[in-house]
């Protein structure tokens, strides 16, 4: 193992972590509020509208959420995603990609949105210079999607979605979170979904984590069990990984599919020996894994008006403490418990 974190930026070869990791994109929760309640990220409780949030004090504010990417972007980082909560309902939110998206040596400024508000804001996102929208969608059935969602909005995002799709973003991918029992008998509607439009459909392997009381072993259904349920309608027919894929595993349903399929399996088939990610918490804290709760108080540093070789310092930090894997499993059988970050705060 090596023993410090290689930092060339801004040659291009950018930060390298302890495990030859290539550290390069950012991940920025913007606010832990959502027009949605969706039955995987809230309480019980919080279903009923009461959900628990940050105080406005307690969120990074737009200044210094530029001001930490514009030093991660000095170090190497040339890619962020807007995540949240729901990252279209924090107030400016437009302002704020505009001046994200002029920051120089930022290629690539992606939104991950449940799509409600994508029919308003779709063609300023384009504009201001989004490059990628990737739409959470659990159901194609809109009853479902109320009783998932806890609203009735699939009409609102299926606009939302014909609107990017209309606007030229390239790809548009479609998450959704596979669930036994809750919505795992759309799976084929969904890959033939991506036979007649030029979506990436992606189907995530649901994770134990947060506030979620509804993951258990029966509710998970793995990569290969989806694949091999989609094999029955037609050939999964393996595609080049391009650039924008991450950790998908990306396919065609059939040779004439206007779209593609995406599988993300980071229960099944771990792709931490390639994670290239920093998260920052809609809190401030800076998370170098998804899985793993511990955090790096970056608010309190930004707070202390230090310089910028303070901001610097802990995202080091943090990379430093990328562990090499998450070892979801490995952890919850020995203590029997999963992981407690809440995901809209730290952004799925
Ligand atoms: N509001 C935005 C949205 O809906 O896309 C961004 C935040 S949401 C937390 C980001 C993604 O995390 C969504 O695609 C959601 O389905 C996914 N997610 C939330 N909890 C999850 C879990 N336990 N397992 C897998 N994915 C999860």
Same mark, same amino acid.
């Given at each position: 193992?090596?023993?410090?974190?290689?930092?060339?930026?801004?040659?291009?070869?950018?930060?390298?972590?302890?495990?030859?990791?290539?550290?390069?994109?950012?991940?920025?929760?913007?606010?832990?509020?959502?027009? /949605?309640?969706?039955?995987?990220?809230?309480?019980?409780?919080?279903?009923?509208?009461? /959900?628990?949030?940050?105080?406005?004090?307690?969120?990074?504010?737009?200044?210094?959420?530029?001001?930490?990417?514009?030093? =991660?972007?000095?170090? %190497?980082?040339?890619?962020?995603? *807007?995540?949240?909560?729901?990252?279209?309902?924090? #107030?400016?939110?437009?302002?704020?990609?505009?001046?994200?998206?002029?920051?120089? %040596?930022?290629?690539?400024? &992606?939104?991950?949105?449940?799509?409600?508000?994508?029919?308003?804001?779709?063609?300023?996102?384009?504009?201001?210079?989004?490059? @990628?929208?990737?739409?959470?969608?659990?159901?194609?059935?809109?009853? &479902?999607?109320?009783?998932? $969602?806890?609203?009735?909005?699939?009409? +609102?995002?299926?606009?939302?979605?014909?609107?990017? *799709?209309?606007?030229?973003?390239?790809?548009? @991918?479609?998450?959704?979170?596979?669930?036994?029992?809750?919505?795992?008998?759309?799976?084929?509607?969904?890959?033939?979904?991506?036979?007649?439009?030029?979506? +990436?459909?992606?189907?995530?392997?649901?994770?134990?984590?947060?506030?979620?009381?509804?993951?258990?072993?029966?509710?998970?259904?793995?990569?290969?069990?989806?694949?091999?349920?989609? #094999? $029955?309608?037609?050939?999964?027919?393996?595609?080049?990984?391009?650039?924008?894929? %991450?950790?998908?595993?990306?396919?065609?349903?059939?040779?004439? =599919?206007?779209?593609?399929?995406?599988?993300?399996?980071?229960?099944?088939?771990?792709?931490?020996?390639?994670?290239?990610?920093?998260?920052? $918490?809609?809190? %401030?804290? *800076? &998370?170098?894994? /998804?899985?793993?709760?511990?955090?790096?108080?970056?608010?309190?540093?930004?707070?202390?008006?230090?310089?910028?070789? =303070?901001?610097?310092?802990?995202? *080091?930090? =943090?990379?430093?403490? @990328?562990? +090499?894997?998450?070892? /979801?499993?490995?952890?919850?059988?020995?203590?029997?418990?999963?992981?407690?970050? #809440?995901?809209?705060?730290?952004?799925?």
């Amino acid at each position: 193992m090596k023993q410090e974190i290689t930092s060339t930026a801004p040659d291009g070869n950018g930060l390298i972590d302890l495990f030859s990791r290539p550290i390069s994109y950012l991940r920025l929760s913007l606010t832990d509020r959502c027009n /949605l309640r969706c039955m995987y990220c809230v309480t019980e409780d919080e279903s009923n509208g009461c /959900l628990s949030k940050l105080g406005h004090g307690e969120l990074l504010s737009y200044e210094e959420l530029l001001r930490v990417v514009r030093v =991660a972007v000095a170090m %190497g980082i040339t890619k962020v995603r *807007l995540t949240g909560g729901e990252p279209l309902v924090r #107030r400016n939110v437009l302002g704020f990609i505009r001046n994200l998206t002029e920051i120089e %040596g930022l290629r690539d400024v &992606r939104i991950t949105t449940n799509g409600v508000l994508l029919e308003r804001y779709g063609r300023e996102l384009y504009d201001a210079g989004v490059t @990628k929208v990737n739409i959470s969608l659990d159901s194609l059935r809109r009853e &479902r999607i109320t009783e998932i $969602t806890g609203v009735d909005c699939f009409d +609102q995002v299926w606009r939302g979605i014909e609107t990017v *799709l209309a606007l030229g973003f390239f790809p548009v @991918k479609l998450n959704m979170v596979a669930m036994r029992q809750i919505n795992d008998d759309e799976i084929l509607e969904f890959a033939r979904l991506s036979q007649r439009l030029p979506l +990436q459909v992606r189907f995530i392997e649901f994770m134990p984590i947060g506030a979620s009381s509804r993951w258990n072993a029966d509710t998970y259904i793995s990569t290969d069990e989806i694949m091999e349920r989609i #094999r $029955t309608v037609g050939e999964l027919v393996p595609m080049q990984k391009g650039r924008h894929d %991450g950790p998908a595993q990306v396919f065609r349903l059939g040779a004439d =599919a206007s779209g593609s399929l995406g599988f993300i399996s980071p229960l099944s088939h771990h792709f931490c020996d390639r994670c290239n990610r920093l998260r920052l $918490t809609s809190a %401030g804290a *800076l &998370r170098s894994c /998804l899985l793993h709760d511990e955090e790096i108080d970056l608010r309190s540093v930004l707070r202390a008006q230090g310089p910028d070789s =303070a901001i610097r310092e802990a995202l *080091l930090a =943090a990379i430093r403490n @990328k562990p +090499q894997g998450h070892q /979801l499993e490995e952890r919850m059988r020995r203590t029997g418990s999963d992981c407690h970050g #809440r995901m809209s705060r730290i952004g799925g």
